[in-house]
């Protein structure tokens, strides 16, 4: 069961099994569901995607947005510009009160338009190539061993303190040029602004006390220019007025609350997947195949899609996606989760296969606004993934998957905490 936080009224599965028709319906389907599976979308959507259906549904305000399921439906969704991705617009179908945190502050790319959004991307896009991530890669590999020879000092660990979060921040926080001292400040605020049920103030405070963070460091950086991603760009665009400090500290607060984020909780759901799939943990400890392992991240990324609860727009004109027409106005929500295990685009969606090369997924958006770092990303997930599977192979769970902590609470899923031991 679960609470909607409008009313403080109880909601369940019956409620969410009727899916309504492709024009609307009188029936009421509240979005989003709780899962039935920690390792699968719930069922209730997963059957509106293959019943061919678009329903309209309801979220925790009352909006009532057009659900797309299928994957060649999410990706027109995601790239056409008619779509808005401004959370200020009325009517826009906010994940919870807590995304109004978003717009509290100097706006972030995730909700710029074009041309305005372009325009800011074109200025930081060159940091973030596939070239540049993999040099990258022989620091990232010190810092996984680095925390792996901490974890080997013992019997026992939670993989998601010692392991996920320690990589993920250190990661980004190197990239940026961010003080990886100051890392439980970043981590505590990124945890306030990501809880669902949390409130817009503290996710306001959050994020405001983030935002005012970064804008000092950038101060400095521009007075004293260091060779990393905050310092290089504040010397090449602060002094032409192509970017303001606080849009560069914006920058910097994306980056590093949704580079931490989603990396930490796909390491630690990754991991406890192959564990759940001892013949592929074995392949991957056998030898160091560079296919089997980008297939691996690949299809990880695909099957688990931490991002659980759609990538949302508005309609700021009349647009037709798959033959159902959406009026300006309108909000919509692309369920990638659910549009990544479409059979239409993967034969065995719903199964955990590195050898099916999931290229093309939609883990990482599509359109304008796809994840900049996902080079970077795979880099991080790859050089976990081996680590692991090399240095820990008869790694298991301490405790049973039912008592495992799950984050149905949070707006990426993962785990809250992972007990291990070897």
């Known amino acids: 069961m679960t609470t909607?936080?409008?009313?403080?009224?109880?909601?369940?599965?019956?409620?969410?099994?009727?899916?309504?028709?492709?024009?609307?319906?009188?029936?009421?389907?509240?979005?989003?569901?709780?899962?039935?599976?920690?390792?699968?979308?719930?069922r209730e959507v997963t059957a509106v995607r293959d019943a061919g259906a678009v329903p309209r549904v309801t979220l925790w305000n009352g909006v009532r947005p057009w659900l797309f399921t299928r994957f060649e439906d999410a990706r027109a969704v995601l790239s056409d510009p008619r779509f808005s991705a401004d959370k200020s617009r009325p009517g826009y179908p906010l994940s919870s009160a807590v995304a109004l945190a978003e717009t509290a502050v100097?706006?972030?790319?995730?909700?710029?338009?074009?041309?305005?959004?372009?325009?800011?991307?074109?200025?930081?896009?060159?940091?973030?190539?596939?070239k540049r991530a993999e040099q990258w890669r022989p620091a990232v590999r010190a810092v996984v061993n680095g925390c792996?020879?901490?974890?080997?000092?013992?019997?026992?660990a939670d993989l998601v303190a010692d392991l996920a979060l320690p990589v993920a921040l250190t990661v980004i926080c190197e990239f940026l040029g961010v003080p990886f001292e100051d890392r439980?400040?970043?981590?505590?605020?990124?945890?306030?602004?990501?809880?669902?049920?949390?409130?817009?103030e503290s996710?306001?405070?959050?994020?405001?006390?983030?935002?005012?963070?970064?804008?000092?460091?950038?101060?400095?950086?521009?007075?004293?220019?260091?060779?990393?991603?905050?310092?290089?760009?504040?010397?090449?665009?602060?002094?032409?007025?192509s970017m303001t400090r606080s849009g560069l500290a914006a920058m910097a607060l994306l980056l590093l609350t949704a580079g931490h984020d989603t990396t930490a909780n796909?390491?630690?759901?990754?991991?406890?997947?192959?564990?759940?799939?001892?013949?592929?943990?074995?392949?991957?400890?056998a030898g160091e195949d560079p296919v089997l392992l980008a297939g691996t991240v690949e299809e990880m990324l695909r099957h688990l899609t931490v991002v659980q609860r759609g990538i949302r727009r508005i309609a700021v004109e009349d647009v037709e996606v798959g033959g159902h027409m959406v009026r300006a106005g309108e909000g919509v929500v692309a369920v990638i989760n659910v549009a990544n295990r479409d059979p239409e685009r993967f034969p065995a969606g719903e199964e955990f296969d590195p050898s099916a090369r999931a290229r093309g997924h939609l883990a990482f958006g599509f359109g304008s606004h796809q994840c900049m770092g996902q080079?970077?990303?795979?880099?991080?997930?790859?050089?976990?993934?081996?680590?692991?599977?090399?240095r820990i192979p008869t790694l298991r769970t301490a405790v049973p998957v039912e008592d495992i902590r799950f984050k149905s609470d949070m707006a990426v899923y993962g785990v809250h905490a992972l007990p291990v031991t070897w």
């Open 4 to 42: 909607d936080p409008k009313t403080g009224s109880k909601t369940g599965s019956k409620t969410g099994s009727k899916t309504g028709s492709t024009t609307g319906s009188t029936t009421e389907l509240r979005y989003p569901m709780d899962r039935q599976c920690p390792f699968a979308p719930p």
């Open 106 to 130: 100097e706006p972030t790319l995730l909700v710029m338009d074009n041309p305005r959004h372009d325009a800011v991307r074109r200025l930081v896009l060159g940091e973030f190539t596939v």
């Open 148 to 156: 792996l020879d901490g974890m080997l000092r013992g019997t026992e």
């Open 184 to 200: 439980e400040f970043f981590r505590d605020l990124t945890h306030t602004m990501n809880v669902v049920a949390g409130s817009t």
């Open 203 to 241: 996710a306001a405070g959050a994020r405001q006390s983030l935002q005012d963070y970064l804008e000092e460091l950038v101060a400095a950086r521009a007075l004293r220019p260091t060779d990393d991603f905050i310092g290089r760009m504040a010397a090449r665009h602060l002094p032409d007025g």
């Open 266 to 285: 796909m390491i630690s759901l990754g991991v406890l997947t192959l564990l759940r799939h001892p013949a592929h943990f074995a392949a991957l400890h």
């Open 375 to 390: 080079s970077l990303a795979r880099v991080e997930l790859q050089e976990v993934y081996a680590a692991v599977a090399r």
